[in-house]
């Protein structure tokens, strides 16, 4: 992996308390962590597949991260996952 590659995935993947960055932990925090949570699976396939051939085909960039392709991958991630658990309780 390239150097800027793993900089923006470092940058990604780094949660902090205070998400807003206004200096105090608030409830305001609490929904910016459930955002970053939501959307963590599709912005790491956009990073990954940013400056390869397939992601200059889907014309992935850096403004991907958090927008609608992001959104709809990490949907489908979820979905997957919460029904995977919900199947499993039933057995």
């Keep these: 992996m390239t150097?800027?590659?793993?900089?923006m995935l470092d940058w990604r993947l780094y949660v902090r308390s205070d998400m807003n960055l206004d200096g105090v932990v608030t409830i305001s925090d609490v929904?910016?962590?459930?955002k970053w949570l939501y959307f963590l699976p599709g912005d790491v396939a956009a990073l990954v597949l940013l400056d390869t051939p397939v992601g200059d085909?889907?014309?992935i960039s850096i403004t991907s991260l958090e927008g609608i392709g992001s959104?709809?991958?990490s949907?489908?991630?979820w979905f997957v996952v919460?029904?995977?658990l919900f199947l499993s309780q039933k057995s």
């Design 31 to 34: 929904g910016l962590w459930a």
């Design 3 to 7: 150097s800027k590659l793993m900089d």
């Design 57 to 59: 085909f889907f014309e």
């Design 82 to 84: 919460i029904e995977s």
């Design 75 to 77: 949907f489908c991630f």
């Design 71 to 73: 959104g709809a991958l």
